[in-house]
């Protein structure tokens, strides 16, 4: 079966505590009304995790999931959205969208729960994805370098080229190193919701770097939609957004260094 998540609002995405989807219950039923955007699979999906907010107005306060199936009366897909990197995402409205009671994921004011879970396992694949998107690029960009010469000296023996080839090998070896690290701890029960948030910033912005400088390696070529480097690059830049943009993530990392609450 295929699975949506639907978190984002056009009001709340990075902050999702922002939401404001409403889920009221009423006799056996739970009655959904709002919006959500960007949400991805949400034409093919047999299902859709809806988080909304139940009673209480305070920020945090009664965040709750909810499994909606597809074709529930009420529940509208408003149009697609083509994003970069060539799929869609999209904007979907719940207009007094009646779901049974036992629709609730996990527990009622706890819908975080669940979803914290699925994207620190999603943080760490996501590790994995980019270390062999940036191991695809530093191959292209390597090959490329042994044969192209420009100015009677071969790409491969300049050090500008040289350095981002060191620069990236390391990134790409510190990374495998945190994501074993992390799927060891998380093979152990331990909670690595730190290190996913440092994984996400750290594997996305590598990836991103690497087809980057493939791309500028290759020179015209690299500009070609010809070659995979640029779906690679977009696929790197999309991740630097979804799942929570680097910045919402560094904040997290520092906020827990420094013991801050929230
Ligand atoms: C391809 C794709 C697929 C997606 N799929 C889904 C999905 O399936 N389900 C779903 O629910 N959502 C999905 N999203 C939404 C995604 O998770 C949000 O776009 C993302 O969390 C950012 O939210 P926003 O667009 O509202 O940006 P905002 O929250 O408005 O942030 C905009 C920018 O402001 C800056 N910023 C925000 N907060 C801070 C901060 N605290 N400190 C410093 N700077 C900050 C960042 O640079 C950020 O990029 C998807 C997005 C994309 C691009």
Redesign the pocket.
């Known amino acids: 079966m295929v699975s949506?998540?639907?978190?984002?609002?056009?009001?709340?995405?990075?902050?999702?505590a922002a939401m404001k989807t409403r889920a009221v219950r009423d006799g056996d039923q739970w009655v959904l009304n709002g919006r959500?955007?960007?949400?991805?699979?949400?034409r093919a999906a047999d299902f859709i995790i809806v988080?909304a907010r139940v009673g209480s107005d305070a920020r945090q306060g009664g965040i709750t999931s909810f499994i909606v199936e597809k074709d529930t009366p009420g529940f509208v897909i408003e149009r697609e959205i083509p994003?970069?990197?060539g799929?869609s995402?999209y904007e979907i409205v719940f207009e007094d969208c009646r779901i049974p009671a036992d629709s609730v994921l996990g527990e009622i004011g706890k819908g975080y729960a669940p979803m914290q879970l699925r994207l620190r396992t999603r943080r760490l694949e996501m590790g994995s994805t980019c270390i062999g998107i940036a191991r695809r690029a530093l191959d292209m960009l390597c090959e490329h370098a042994r044969q192209r010469e420009t100015f009677g000296v071969k790409l491969a023996d300049r050090q500008a080229i040289q350095w981002w080839i060191a620069d990236i090998s390391t990134r790409m070896h510190a990374c495998r190193l945190m994501v074993r690290d992390a799927a060891d701890k998380t093979d152990r029960g331990e909670d690595v919701r730190h290190e996913a948030s440092m994984i996400k910033v750290f594997a996305t912005e590598m990836a991103y770097e690497a087809c980057d400088h493939a791309m500028q390696t290759l020179g015209a070529l690299g500009m070609t939609l010809e070659l995979p480097l640029n779906a690679l690059w977009q696929k790197a830049r999309?991740m630097?957004?979804?799942?929570?943009?680097?910045?919402?993530h560094?904040?997290s990392i520092a906020r827990r260094v420094l013991g801050l609450r929230g």
């Open positions: 949506a998540i639907a978190i984002s609002e056009p009001g709340a995405g990075g902050d999702p959500k955007i960007w949400i991805s699979n949400a988080m994003m970069l990197g799929g995402t999309l630097r957004m979804y799942e929570g943009p680097s910045e919402v560094r904040q």
